[in-house]
């Protein structure tokens, strides 16, 4: 079984490689090749307890939150997104301008959702984890810490030989369990 856990994080590992090139390659991208109005994709997560997950994406993370907006609950419906329940949505971005990440969070007290397995990336399908890209992944644990976060296993640790030198990644968990990686550089 040993192998099979060196196999998984090697994998990680080479998501975040994979992920830092296709971003690469998405950025020397012109516009009129694509049919993509943004170069940037927005994440909805559903959460248990939004008061919580709001404190942990901007205490912890350092995520601003901007206007949210209201979903009625007949176009959720229509669209399939929910059964009549209104969205009632928050909007966090990383960064500004039109090309900032956002994360969307809405929680339903009234029809909580189901909880999946979240010990490992590979024990549930879907979404497992965001990759958050940092210059200074010190100063961002640092931050992360002061602000109630609480690292994974022995984070941070540097990436293994085959990746840029210098840079570590650092996993925190959301109040839901969610995998959250910080990659940048880092000195012991």
Same mark, same amino acid.
């Given at each position: #079984?040993?192998?099979?856990?060196?196999?998984?994080?090697? *994998?990680? #590992? #080479? *998501?975040?490689?994979?992920?830092?090139? $296709?971003?690469?390659?998405?950025? +020397?991208?012109?516009?009129?090749?694509?049919?993509?109005?943004?170069?940037?994709?927005?994440?909805?997560?559903?959460?248990?307890?939004? !008061?919580?997950?709001?404190?942990?994406?901007?205490?912890?993370?350092?995520?601003? %939150?901007?206007?949210?907006?209201?979903?009625?609950?007949?176009?959720? *419906?229509?669209?399939?997104?929910?059964?009549?329940?209104?969205?009632?949505?928050?909007?966090?971005?990383?960064?500004?301008?039109?090309?900032?990440?956002?994360?969307?969070? #809405?929680?339903?007290?009234?029809?909580?959702?189901?909880?999946?397995?979240?010990?490992?990336?590979?024990?549930?399908?879907?979404?497992?984890?965001?990759?958050?890209?940092?210059? !200074?992944?010190?100063? *961002?644990? $640092?931050?992360?810490? %002061?602000?109630?976060?609480?690292?994974?296993?022995?984070?941070?640790?540097?990436?293994?030989?085959?990746?840029?030198?210098?840079?570590?990644?650092?996993?925190?968990?959301?109040?839901?369990? +969610?995998?959250?990686?910080?990659?940048?550089?880092?000195?012991?």
């Amino acid at each position: #079984m040993p192998h099979r856990r060196t196999w998984i994080l090697s *994998a990680g #590992m #080479m *998501a975040v490689a994979l992920s830092a090139f $296709t971003l690469g390659s998405f950025a +020397n991208q012109k516009s009129e090749t694509s049919n993509f109005a943004t170069q940037t994709v927005d994440l909805g997560m559903v959460v248990s307890d939004i !008061d919580k997950s709001l404190k942990f994406y901007k205490d912890v993370l350092g995520f601003s %939150e901007v206007n949210g907006f209201k979903v009625p609950g007949q176009f959720a *419906a229509d669209t399939g997104l929910a059964n009549q329940l209104e969205l009632d949505v928050h909007v966090l971005v990383l960064g500004t301008g039109e090309t900032a990440t956002k994360v969307k969070l #809405m929680s339903f007290k009234s029809s909580p959702g189901a909880r999946v397995d979240n010990s490992f990336i590979h024990s549930s399908y879907g979404f497992r984890y965001l990759t958050i890209a940092v210059k !200074d992944l010190n100063a *961002a644990v $640092t931050k992360a810490n %002061e602000a109630g976060g609480k690292l994974v296993a022995k984070c941070p640790v540097p990436l293994p030989a085959g990746f840029p030198a210098g840079l570590a990644l650092a996993n925190y968990r959301d109040p839901d369990g +969610n995998l959250i990686e910080l990659v940048g550089p880092w000195k012991k």
